[in-house]
């Protein structure tokens, strides 16, 4: 024992540890001396070679003197000595501790013994881990020397994707400024259009003010033909003017739109190279600090290297992602331009017919207004004279088929001769072909990107459903399977628990009866326990009406039906025997006994017929100086 108060050796407290053991301890002896001249301990003491150079540092300023008055003096002489009696005082420059002449006890030689050993042990399992240490730290600065040569081949990869960035970036700038370029002059050419279509407005508001001012102005005779034909072709010209300017506006509104979006897919994959290009320099930054890192702790510590490692192989799992992620957008991009110049030259077909359309039936109208003046200028027919040539009482070509109608090739058949002119008839087909005109609409150059980005959305949205339905079903199956799980454990746990209750019910309360029963048996997933407890001699059920200590007993008892139903290694109780008497003390004292065959039980207990049970004791004491200490022992 180092500095106990029985013992016959002693340590200075704090020195370090201890400073000798009894000779039936174990491996360390020490010879003892009763009087005589000072001897170091040092060499009084035996051992085994591999714990005698810790020996010989705990204890080489401490000496063996024979009495109390030969310790002060050798202190007084040499303080930086340490003095020990036979008697076991210890004696310093600055400390002194008290020791007995009286012998140890039994219990003391023996913690001295347990102690020495255990000092043993953890010296030789801190030796084993000090060797495994250098071991892996060996390995460790191996493993950190090819990271540093990875992570430079890392940086120098690093480098030559950043010039190839600054490559590709440069690129993209000459596009855009030629995107920009391009979008300018069409701006030009735009503002010229919209210019052109402006005159051509005030023109057609101009000829449109004559014409009211003519038409108020009263008619004396008969107005001059050829000004009303000049008129009415300077009023078609401005007409066709403006329908051609509008067209050139549109074309050029169009196609400003188009380079707009061209310059700004430009500018988004510039931002995007300069990002790239920011996000390897960064990672390069990243790479260099790493191989600094790497070297300074080649041979550090384990965990720095691990996380090393791991945000290497996360870096480069993002990296691949993002390469994949940035090959798909770009197959997308691809084949969502190749849709839209497809729908572009469908939206350019169906405005060249349009305008074909619009054109020929000005070209129409004007070719019979120069019909009309060609008649009257070189046949000199006037339109009454062309009315009566080719007026109502004239015969009606016959109508083309409908749609699905099939007429005959005979030119004799009548539904293929010329028909008596019936203005109910001839207004009826003009107002179906008026419908069928209105029908026809305005168009809307953008109608089919709408309908892709709709429909496009609509399938979106229909996986996202099926997504949806799919997960919930699992959700539910998963939920399923879970509640099934959980009411087969419950109810194998609470039949092996009521069960076990009974028994150990009857064993404390010998005639009486206990069990346990569920208040939903129907929906073991939201039942409650009630426990029943019928004690010998009464006949109430509800704790409530029991005594503290039967209550005590029979919570004593669930618990130990838990424990016998589902075991577990250790147990812990608090003063679970305060309230029991003698008798139900020696009933639980024997189950405590048959579940310390199986497990290990930790008791807190005051009685000490539960305390002659134990194997270990272990307790709390306060000496004299008022400070509390922790006093073990074994029993067993």
Not at 15 to 31: L, N, S, T
Not at 151 to 176: I, P, W, Y
Not at 570 to 586: G, I, K, P, S
Request: glycine share 8%; hydrophobic share 40%; aromatic share 2%.
């Amino acid at each position: 024992s180092v500095g106990g108060a029985g013992s016959g050796w002693g340590a200075p407290a704090g020195g370090g540890g201890e400073a000798g053991v009894a000779p039936e301890g174990g491996d360390v002896a020490v010879a003892r001396r009763t009087a005589g001249a000072p001897a170091s301990v040092a060499e009084l003491v035996r051992g085994p070679a591999e714990l005698m150079p810790a020996v010989r540092r705990l204890v080489r300023d401490m000496v063996v003197v024979g009495t109390l008055e030969d310790a002060e003096d050798l202190v007084a002489a040499r303080p930086a000595l340490t003095a020990v009696t036979a008697e076991g005082d210890v004696l310093g420059a600055y400390f002194a501790h008290g020791g007995s002449a009286g012998a140890p006890s039994l219990l003391e030689v023996q913690a001295s013994v347990d102690e020495a050993a255990a000092e043993l042990e953890e010296l030789a399992v801190r030796c084993e881990e000090l060797a495994a240490a250098q071991h892996r730290a060996g390995e460790r600065r191996d493993g950190c020397a090819v990271l540093v040569e990875e992570l430079a081949q890392r940086r120098r990869a690093a480098d030559r994707e950043k010039s190839g960035v600054a490559q590709q970036l440069g690129r993209l700038a000459g596009q855009a400024r030629g995107a920009a370029g391009e979008a300018e002059r069409s701006a030009a050419a735009a503002a010229r259009a919209q210019e052109a279509l402006e005159r051509a407005a005030a023109e057609a508001e101009e000829l449109a003010e004559r014409l009211l001012v003519a038409e108020e102005t009263p008619v004396q005779e008969e107005p001059d033909t050829s000004v009303r034909d000049r008129l009415a072709a300077d009023g078609a010209n401005a007409r066709q003017t403006e329908m051609e300017a509008r067209l050139q506006v549109r074309t050029h509104e169009e196609r400003v739109k188009g380079l707009a979006g061209r310059a700004d897919a430009l500018d988004r994959g510039a931002r995007a190279e300069r990002e790239a290009r920011a996000r390897a320099e960064q990672r390069r930054a990243r790479l260099r600090n790493e191989a600094r890192v790497a070297s300074a702790v080649a041979s550090g510590a384990r965990q720095l290297l691990a996380h090393v490692e791991i945000s290497l192989v996360r870096a480069d799992e993002e990296r691949a992602a993002a390469e994949a992620d940035k090959a798909d957008r770009e197959r997308e991009l691809a084949a969502e331009r190749g849709r839209g110049r497809e729908l572009k030259g469908e939206l350019d077909k169906l405005t060249d017919s349009v305008h074909r359309g619009e054109v020929l039936g000005a070209e129409k109208r004007l070719r019979i207004e120069q019909l009309e003046i060609r008649a009257l200028e070189e046949l000199g027919v006037e339109p009454a004279g062309l009315v009566a040539e080719y007026g109502p009482h004239q015969p009606v070509p016959p109508s083309p088929p409908a749609d699905g109608e099939e007429v005959p090739d005979d030119p004799e058949d009548p539904r293929n001769q010329p028909r008596p002119f019936v203005r109910a008839e001839q207004e009826k087909r003009l107002r179906a072909a008026e419908r069928a005109y209105q029908q026809l609409g305005k168009v809307n150059p953008l109608a089919l990107e709408e309908f892709a980005a709709l429909e496009e959305r609509h399938k979106f949205l229909s996986e996202q459903l099926e997504d949806l339905k799919k997960t919930r079903a699992d959700l539910m199956q998963v939920v399923k399977e879970v509640d099934e799980r959980v009411e087969q454990v419950f109810s194998e746990a609470f039949r092996d628990t009521a069960r076990e209750f009974e028994g150990v019910f009857s064993r404390l309360f010998p005639g009486g009866e206990g069990r346990l029963i569920l208040t939903d048996p129907d929906n073991m997933l939201t039942t409650g326990v009630d426990v029943e407890a019928r004690p010998p001699g009464k006949k109430v059920k509800r704790l409530s009406l029991l005594s503290g200590g039967e209550r005590s007993l029979t919570a004593v008892a669930m618990l130990v039906s838990i424990f016998k139903a589902r075991p577990s290694p250790f147990y812990v109780m608090d003063e679970v025997e305060a309230a029991l008497d003698d008798t139900n003390l020696q009933r639980l004292i024997r189950i405590m006994e048959e579940l310390q065959e199986s497990s290990q039980l930790i008791v807190i207990t005051h009685q000490k017929r539960t305390m002659e049970v134990a194997d270990a004791l272990y307790g709390v004491s306060m000496q004299g100086d008022g400070v509390s200490k922790v006093i073990s022992q074994r029993l067993r």
